[in-house]
């Protein structure tokens, strides 16, 4: 194993693609398969992926210590997924600073939630709508080689309110001809780790061979990916410490 | 009952003050008894007291229900609050907009770190050390009547890493004479709500005597305070909506 | 006077009112007279106008003052307005704390962009169409009043990327039909002062006579309003100290 | 020249390491040797130097469209640095996402000042004290290789209030010996560039051949290195534009 390259794991429920002809159309080999195949043809990245109905969802002790950048697809089943295997991926994040990307229906995953301490709940409607996300942060590593904006022909919509914190980086607002507006591509610091939320993502259109959408998805992996520090010493319990000054 | 008042309730664990002279000497009616007895002296602001050995811990649905900012002291029975009254209080913060205010050691109570996502870990030192909080955000209306920086001669040391989300603002940074520094004055948006952390008020300091100290908290209450708003759609709940344009 | 009352000057340069009869139709009493008339109404606030013709374009340090909270609007003449008097007015905000709010067009005057730093620049169309916008901030009391969106009827587009720093606060996200978004109210702290940025307002449509965008004018007033502390050493001159401590 | 490579141009007044014979012997190759030295040993970067007395201070168009980061020094001649110049830099890192490192006392520089838009002073004291920077964003990557904290022995003292723009990302907090606090580690995106300033570097004390010191704007040359993005249209112009959508 090279060290330098960054080790990405694809999470997929992997619900939708085995019940549902269409999805299964679109992603014949998952969701994860789709992201998956595209991440191992670049530079510097090393990928496998982990479904819900894997031993532990495929999230074992040892698979977290040798993933550095974990990306979560859910969306029917975020109830299925045990507290244990939420408070290692927590604990993975927090300590050791591996990074999380959350895609589209995993707003509402019980990792995400616990790690904002919102709701994350918002607006939706499944119209098959245009979006285009706006880039507003255009010297942000998440939006290299993406232009003023792209589009997404059809679609899902988010709306706002979206209930999370605010974003510690804000690089993409949506806008749905429906009407409603929506903070896409969002980025948070927790603990030693980086988090960023995409928006884009509906099981039932191929957004995931979308070009633009995968290329931020990369770009969001290279952002996420951990530095290397000494332990902190105050993650996560307070620490009692003698003076450093006389 | 005057509705332009801001109605607080100041809640405190009261443990030390009825277990340890020494703290019982300073605080004779409580944390909480001191800081409601310097806040029912301030225009506009109506206050209440409850404590952990009442029913339900005296934050009932009807207390909740008429409280606009809850000011919160606990040190050593975190873990004896009941999750339902913290389900209660939270969901009154994040759809309601209850302010809320977290005083020292509440760092490591159930509601603040639910709200926060993180460990709320941090450095800590009991050795009646000299801190200065300096003032990082002069237009702020937590810093309201506060020179560049104020002084509390004793005080228990807290130290970073503080393990919270970036503050949405930050109000005060703390030196402490052992070497450490601290952000001591944290805001941050949830939901519908208004949170402030506070760091100064180890029991066993006259620290809620402290005019400096006792200003900041009025303050952070008429900061913390809600707003009047139609009810938000998204909180706490996920809504399917139908378009707004054709 | 009443100290107690916010002293508001609405700064107009007042031009396309006295030479577009379309304008005037709208703005009878100029833009700075629709907005006064309606502050002037509200508790607690006291109202006065100045306007570019008038010597140093009504803005003496006098005027400023005696002025909490400046309004400001212009368009046509961003290089009509003297250096002298910029200097004077940003001097004020920094070191005084007097507010500041930036109304439209005013995103390219010259005191926003020097407080700025930025272009400032902006997409923009006439096109007489619809503006929504959303609350992204639902505790912020500018949005006080405010269900989650309101709209604009027929307005000017602004869309992004719209060259600012990263707002401190983001309070509204505009919806465009033609196919925009912006970041449409935009808080910044600056020195000692806070600088509202809000969007709406063109002088051929009778936006100034629209309700929530008046209230969102008169929260954005009691938002910026200074608040009162000593001082502060260090605005606007670097200044050499001794230590505090041996 | 390999495009790969981050060419980074440090710049220096270098008027002290040639009138005080102390400061001559600590960098007998000037300040920007000894950063210049540094940085050329380390894989993918690639190093020049340009200082006050060459024509066009070393600023040529030429040298700019060449420079991905440049790191700015200067103390006694910040008013000799033409506007010109100054000019042409602003646009390189808005318009082309240069990026930025402004050093020490170079927070008085005209270029810092004008990207912050406020008067950058703050309080100091040249006392020979310790400094010690605490992480306060332990997942950034300006932070990578460091501990909890680091220690500069001797140095001089900058104290709050710091009169900028809050950061858009804060890394390091500084504790003083004598009693302050200073953000000594801010991070800000302004148009298409970043900028961090980092506060170590007093030309009396050998900071910058102290490894954490060097590290540290290592680290920052990486994170301020311009990404690839077609021209983002409205900077630095606002620009009309036809709808998007029928």
Redesign the interface.
Known sequence: MNRDKIRVTVWNEFIHEREDERVAAIYPKGIHGAIAEYLSQKPNIEVKTATLDEPQHGLTDEVLRNTDVLIWWGHAAHDKVSDEVVERVYNRI?CD?MGLIVLHSAH?SKIFR??????C?????E?G?KE?L????????I??????YFEIEKTEMY?????I??P???VF?????????F?SGCC???????IFYFRPGHETYPIYHNEKVLLVIENAVRWAA?????K??????????????P
């Open positions: 927090m600073g509402y616990k790690l904002m301490g919102t709701s709940s918002l607006r939706w409607r119209d709508e285009r706006w880039v507003v942060s255009p010297g942000h590593p939006a290299e080689g993406i232009g003023d709306g706002e309110f979206f209930d914190p605010n510690d980086e804000l607002i949506s806008w749905f001809k429906g009407g409603e507006v903070r948070f610091y927790r603990g030693r780790g980086k951990p530095i290397k520090r000494p902190t010493l105050t993650i996560p319990r307070a620490v009692h410490v003698e003076p450093l000054e």
